[in-house]
């Protein structure tokens, strides 16, 4: 979890920067080496080291009175959970800028901007004594050739070395390394300790140009790699639906815990949450009590979301509306590969409440209503809302492994009706830049023509060729009109994406501009919820 080599010269940097520094020692060690990381209920001797994390940052927090806790994770879910964990219980903001960033194009950004970093340890394949206590500059070659080789991790996310930055832009002092020593403890594996380092004065950089290079480099995000494609024997899987409806959002749970529990279902096999509340005034509170639901019943992370505002639910009859309804997707998988990020970073919004930003089961991707949140500051900006919606969807997906051509089905939620056309067009575009050249494992089956793809996937349906190729369907879009998205939004996506599909389809009948528009209901998981709900969508054809 933790670094510890050059950590004894860490006061260095702290005096360059100007800010106080708070150190203490380790006494707890890894007693859970799980992906996800629970609070434990006792604190006994020979705790977690998290809990070393937690308490250094009670005292800095308390003393500091900080709000937010900066990490530098880039693809680490494992370091980034645990610091979300501690986040949460302190009541503070974690921030991860560097979240998801395509590590070549980031160490050349911090090259570029000037920053002088030094290896002070290696534990990686390729990784030689002769790169040890060797500026990153000077080592990349070594780990770009370690990286071809032993598919190390470029920027050593998987622990494969670890770094002791000397001077960036924001150091108002350099670090000069004097003297030290390299130690192995075998042909891959050694640490570089400094044994005599002093501060040196630098003069004032004015050039703010640095901050530019920045902000042009955190517009590019690593992808996802393809999910394993199962064998065909295992890629069927059944998806049903628990649906309850009450005025009172309590009794809303509780029916549907019992309807879980009727269909003999768990929490942790929800895939995705569908919830309709009657006003977003309600969204708070509605909030806190599904906060207590996911605490108590999901053993790991929530299922992914929805949730819009509709101040009428269901058909109109004698019998008065019920007001909170929910309808949950449920698989019969017992572990569901959920994505949940609470760090704010450029990448993707943060969740702003208990869900997860996906969900993959066997075959599909569920994606969490993605409004128009400009993922660093977690404000709207009104006039690239819906961009920013598409392309938060977009992230998501690549994280996943998926482009929006391997969309099977997608929601537009909206508080007006006549935005509808605009939202498709960006969706459009969206679709057509991820069209061409697309590749996935080694193969690129998206240059070859539609026979010859269709003979490879074929190939791969049969159990032949080794690498993990995709291919996509016929999107289909269904918009929805509602009263109220939350945070004032007013266009919300929702799209679940395919993994498997027998069939390469090269258009997308109801989003090729050459067609009339029509807005249909998925076979995935919306004529389910449409169903379940009776909720009404945009019953028109668009000429």
């Known amino acids: 979890m933790f670094q510890t080599a050059g950590t004894q010269w860490i006061h260095l940097i702290a005096e360059a920067l100007g800010v106080p520094l708070y150190q203490r020692a380790i006494r707890g060690s890894c007693q859970q080496s799980t992906l996800h990381y629970k609070t434990p209920q006792v604190r006994e001797n020979g705790s977690d080291e998290v809990e070393d994390l937690h308490d250094l940052l009670t005292e800095a927090v308390k003393e500091t009175e900080a709000q ?50 030094i290896l002070v340890k290696v534990a ?25 080789f032993f598919g190390v991790n470029i920027a050593g996310e998987g622990g494969e070395y670890d770094s002791f930055v000397t001077d960036c832009p924001l150091l108002r002092q350099e670090i000069v390394i004097e003297d030290g020593f390299v130690q192995m403890e075998d042909e891959f594996c050694g640490t570089f300790t400094i044994t005599r380092a002093q501060p040196r004065f630098k003069p004032v950089n004015l050039d703010y140009s640095w901050v530019r290079c920045l902000q042009k480099q955190a517009r590019t995000f690593i992808a996802g790699t393809p999910p394993f494609i199962p064998p065909p024997g295992e890629r069927e899987e059944s ?78 009859s004698e019998e008065a509306p019920k007001n909170f309804q929910v309808c949950a997707v449920i698989t019969d998988s017992k572990t569901l590969a959920k994505m949940h990020v609470e760090s704010i970073s450029y990448w993707a919004p943060a969740n702003i409440g208990p869900y997860s930003q996906s969900a993959t089961t066997k075959n599909l991707t569920f994606v969490s209503g993605q409004i ?21 969807v977009e992230r998501v997906l690549a994280a996943k492994g998926l482009r929006t051509p391997q969309v099977a089905s997608a929601v537009c939620y909206m508080t007006e009706p006549e935005i509808f056309l605009s939202q498709i067009e960006l969706w459009r575009t969206a679709l057509k830049s991820d069209m061409p050249d697309v590749q996935f494992g080694s193969e690129n089956l998206w240059g070859k023509d539609e026979e010859e793809a269709e003979e490879e996937m ?63 209901q998925s076979e995935v998981s919306l004529t389910m919820f449409f169903d379940e709900l009776q909720l009404e969508f945009i019953p028109l054809a668009i000429e």
């Open 239 to 316: 998806l049903t639906t628990v649906s309850a409806s009450s005025e009172d959002p309590t009794a809303l749970l509780l029916e549907l815990i019992e309807g879980l529990e009727a269909a003999d279902k768990t929490v942790d096999q929800i895939a995705y949450v569908h919830i309709l509340i009657p006003s977003m005034t309600e969204f708070a509170a509605f909030n806190s009590l599904y906060q207590a639901f996911v605490d108590e019943f999901c053993s790991a992370q929530p299922p992914g979301r929805s949730c819009v505002a509709l101040k009428k639910v269901g058909e109109v």
């Open 124 to 148: 990686g394949g390729g990784l030689r004594k002769d790169i040890v206590g060797k500026s990153l500059k000077e080592a990349l070659p070594r780990i770009r050739k370690a990286e071809d």
């Open 458 to 520: 074929d190939g791969h349906e049969n159990g032949q060729g080794e690498t993990n190729v995709v291919s996509h369907g016929s999107g289909w879009v269904v918009g929805v009109v509602v009263d109220e998205l939350p945070r004032g939004a007013r266009v919300e996506w929702e799209v679940v994406g395919y993994h498997v599909i027998k069939k390469m389809h090269w258009k997308h009948n109801s989003l090729d501009p050459t067609e009339p528009l029509e807005i249909w």
């Open 372 to 392: 128009g949140l400009r993922p660093e500051t977690m404000e709207i900006d009104p006039l690239e809302e819906g961009q920013l919606a598409v392309r938060n």
């Open 68 to 117: 937010a806790v900066g990490s530098g994770a880039i693809l680490s879910d494992y370091q980034r959970y645990r610091v979300e964990n501690v986040c949460r219980r302190l009541g503070v903001v974690s921030i991860s800028y560097l979240w998801r960033r395509e590590p070549h194009m980031l160490l050349q950004a911090m090259l570029d901007i000037g920053m002088k970093i």
